[in-house]
């Protein structure tokens, strides 16, 4: 698809080509990017209608071992998809153009929302808003949780590893060391039997376990930056595992925010189009303003870029390796686990009363006998909201 040769690369018509072909991409994903509603699963059924069924750009099999490959490595899947198919397409502008205008409007969406939330966020009108959002979203969590359960529990040892991580985490374990324990575990049954076999691989985990301590200089955008760069470069699984390790980092750790800060960030990242991990854009807003809002955007989403570029030719050979698969169900199990207990922990402060726990059954119900976006179940827990608070 690409030129090859050094004549080719000269040749004007190949240049113009190529620029058509990134021209696509940003449109196509500054398209998707704000229309996105509805979590991951969202987006990769609108990438596969648009890509595979009306554009012919790859093929199902090559849709399909693109997202198995972002399952092997940390990041938003949906977002990491969205890369991968934009280098399929037009190359390495292609992969930064698909990336960056996917990530684009909702980042700037909920810039803005932050900027409303910090001017206006306790006015009754907005207060109303959050209680019947807030809800919603636990809902919302608890549906994708027990939607993976069956799908990543494949066995009573993971299912042993999943218990021993949720007990950690409630124990107050560090989230990223809770993965890496897990991952190790599930690895550990699938090493090479001759000495040395592949070992090694396994000490990065631990090593991005490694808190990032505070900057010497005190200051605080470093420390914001580094400290959603770590988030981003280690997380797996789904998006709402984000809210663990936001918790753990800004809430617990650094105490910057609060739960009900946390909480009302995750309302904004699912009333929005486009990445959960823009949740990051809130709260570095809360954090720093404007400037925290870029900068926790960028540290977030940056890992994703590189760990597809550099991936991007050999995550076929990954995904067919037995000890990479086990690797990577031991993840998943773990991070299965941080779901559960953020969602645990998330919903003792959201639902406070009867008309919470009832919206939050509502939206329950809904998520599992409907097939209703998300975007409605936000809009109408918003609207019922907002109708509490003035009645």
Known sequence: MYPDSESERKDGGVDDRQGGAAREVALLFLKLGTIAFGGPAAHTAMMRDELVRRRGWVTDERFADLMGATNLIPGPNSTELAIHLGHDRAGRRGLI?????????????VTALAWAYVTYGRTPAVEGILYGIVPVVIAIIAHALFGLLRAVIKSWWLGAVAAGALAAYLLGVNELL????GALLAAAAHLPRRPGGGVHGLLAVPILGTPVFPDPTGGQLTQLFLTMLKIGSVLYGSGYVLLAFLRGDFVDRLGWITSAQ??????????????????????????????????ATVAIFLPSFVFVGLLTKITHRLRASRWTSALLDGVNATALALMAGVSYQLARTALIDLPTVAIALISLLLLWRTKLNNAWLVAGGAAIGIFINLV
């Not at 153009?97 to 700037?108: D, E, H, K, N, Q």
């Open 97 to 109: 153009l698909a990336g960056a205008c996917f990530i684009l409007p909702a980042a700037l969406i």
């Open 178 to 181: 809770i993965l890496a324990a």
């Open 262 to 295: 946390l909480i009302d960030a995750v309302s904004i990242g699912q009333v929005t189009p486009g990445p959960v991990f823009t949740t990051a854009t809130f709260i570095g807003y809360l954090v720093a303003g404007p400037i925290g809002a870029f900068l």
